[in-house]
Nanobody
């Protein structure tokens, strides 16, 4: 069982930055790949980025955030981060982290989810 808690969201102006954190419980956290998703009102949940199991040597990004967002993990702290730069109003959404033992990063494939945190980007 893995429990995930997101933090670091809030209100930021366009062009600004935020760093989201996903803190996990459980001794086996390093066995899970972790992804970040977001969901805006009226839209489907969207994959943003993922980091592989273990040391996190592989990262995966959606085209919409490539070059602006960076995912990383610190297994000693049981935490995965999402650094978000050059934020745009269209990045406004609820952001979720999720964990899976597979390398498939669709919402259906994720095994555990956090409750989400709101990010609002003002123009």
């Amino acid at each position: 069982q893995v429990q995930l808690v997101e933090s670091g969201g809030g209100l930021v102006q366009a062009g600004g930055s935020l760093r989201l954190s996903c803190a996990a419980s459980g001794r086996t956290f390093s066995r899970y790949a972790v992804g970040w998703f977001r969901q805006a009102p009226g839209k489907e949940r969207e994959f943003l980025a993922a980091v592989s199991r273990g040391g996190g040597g592989s990262q995966y990004y959606a085209d919409s955030v490539k070059g602006r967002f960076t995912i990383s993990r610190d297994n000693a702290k049981n935490t995965v981060y999402l650094q978000m730069n050059s934020l745009k109003p269209e990045d406004t959404a609820v952001y979720y982290c999720a964990a899976t033992r597979s390398l498939i990063f669709t919402p259906r494939a994720m095994e555990y989810w956090g409750k989400g945190i709101l990010v609002t980007v003002s123009s």
